[in-house]
């Protein structure tokens, strides 16, 4: 079966550090794979997505490269704000019927001013 | 409305009683979805509707747990005879049918928080 595993938190950075948060994944077919955000006391949010092999999915800063090769989808930021202090989920479409998306257990992040 | 909203956003609730989670989708939204987020666990699936069909309930973890949604628009998932286990955050989410790109895009709600004393 589908499965997303993501590196498991607590990560902690000071303000302006590079970021990376690792995810790969398990699926049948091309999955469209995406990366949720869940700050404290509110609802998942999508960051981002990418549907196909080599896709570069980006918003608010964040960028993830989907790669078949490896079958990772990594996030990534250059530069993080205390504002960016949030749980950040991976997860994954592989087409079936019910459409239902398949999430890694999520990376909470804090960032230090 | 904008958003996904549910309703309670808190639940306390004693151990054998029913409760009933609400979610109101985002206007014209077909397909809505339950997760369950449970402590240190990701988001596990629960049920999907999609318009007028019949819902796939092959994530329910019991018979406990029912959800019907009345004139394609609002859903009401329901717990008999809670249990302490079924302490968790209840997500909804909505998505539209515009192909499948949007249908896999799903929309969030804040969540409901149950715990079962």
């Known amino acids: 079966g589908d499965s997303v595993t993501q590196m498991e938190g607590p990560v902690t950075l000071s303000e302006e550090a590079f970021l990376t948060i690792n995810c790969t994944y398990t699926?049948?077919?091309?999955?469209?794979l995406f990366w949720y955000v869940q700050y404290p006391g509110e609802g998942l949010q999508l960051l981002l997505k990418?549907?196909?092999?080599?896709d570069k999915g980006s918003n608010k800063g964040f960028e993830a490269t989907y790669r078949k090769e490896t079958t990772s989808f990594h996030l990534e930021k250059g530069s993080v704000q205390v504002s960016d202090s949030a749980v950040y989920f991976c997860?994954?479409?592989?087409?079936?019927?019910?459409?239902?998306?398949?999430f890694g257990k999520g990376t909470l992040l804090t960032v230090n001013p | 409305g904008a958003g996904v909203s549910q309703s309670p956003s808190n639940k306390v609730t004693e151990k054998g009683k029913d409760v009933e989670l609400r979610c109101d989708p985002i206007s014209g939204h077909t397909a809505l979805y339950w997760y369950r987020q449970s402590l240190g666990q990701g988001l596990e699936f629960l049920i999907y509707?999609?318009?007028?069909?019949?819902?796939?309930k092959s994530g329910l973890p019991s018979d406990r747990f029912s959800a019907e949604r009345t004139g394609g628009s609002v859903s009401t998932l329901t717990i008999q005879r809670t249990q302490q286990e079924d302490s968790a955050v209840y997500l909804c989410?909505?998505?539209?049918?515009?192909?499948?790109?949007?249908?896999?895009?799903?929309?969030f709600g804040p969540g409901t928080r149950l715990l079962v004393l």
């Open positions: 997860a994954l479409y592989s087409g079936g019927s019910n459409y239902k998306l398949t």
């Open positions: 989410a909505s998505s539209s049918n515009l192909g499948r790109g949007g249908r896999e895009t799903q929309y």
């Open positions: 509707f999609q318009g007028n069909s019949a819902p796939d």
């Open positions: 699926a049948t077919g091309y999955p469209s």
């Open positions: 990418a549907t196909k092999a080599d």
